[in-house]
């Protein structure tokens, strides 16, 4: 088998959680809002569309943020991207590894854990491949 890509992420959010993730992924980070299918809207969650990312967020009854699992989404102006993040009353932190990649961490409004990567560090983990 071959892995031709990658789909979507799904990442958890607590039941009820739809509207406070509309107001960060769409009015903070400027992603758009995509219709679930029919069959799956009953479920809750929401999914969410951007240059180069779909994420799908989903209810989950004994949710726990991820901590340490996070998605990283690049972004064409880091520095920027931070001013607006922080602007929104999010808190964002660096990360002390000093690998030569600009980069922050910050949380969703539920706990879960986002890497911001600036866009001309994009794919960085083949530059740390051995050979």
Not at 21 to 32: P, T
Not at 50 to 61: A, K, N, R, Y
Not at 77 to 97: H, I, M
Request: glycine share 12%.
């Amino acid at each position: 088998m071959k892995v031709g890509g990658l789909d979507h992420v799904q990442i958890s959010i607590p039941a009820g959680g739809e509207i406070r993730a509309r107001a960060f992924y769409v009015g903070v980070l400027g992603m758009e809002e995509v219709a679930k299918p029919t069959l799956l809207a009953t479920r809750g969650g929401c999914w969410f569309s951007g240059p180069g990312i779909d994420l799908h967020l989903g209810v989950e009854t004994d949710f726990r943020p991820a901590r340490r699992a996070h998605i990283a989404i690049t972004v064409p102006d880091l520095a920027a991207a931070r001013l607006e993040l922080e602007a929104a009353g999010v808190t964002t932190t660096t990360d002390e590894a000093d690998i030569g990649v600009a980069r922050f961490y910050a949380n969703d409004p539920f706990g879960n854990r986002l890497e911001f990567v600036s866009a001309a560090d994009a794919g960085f983990s083949r530059r740390f491949a051995p050979g």
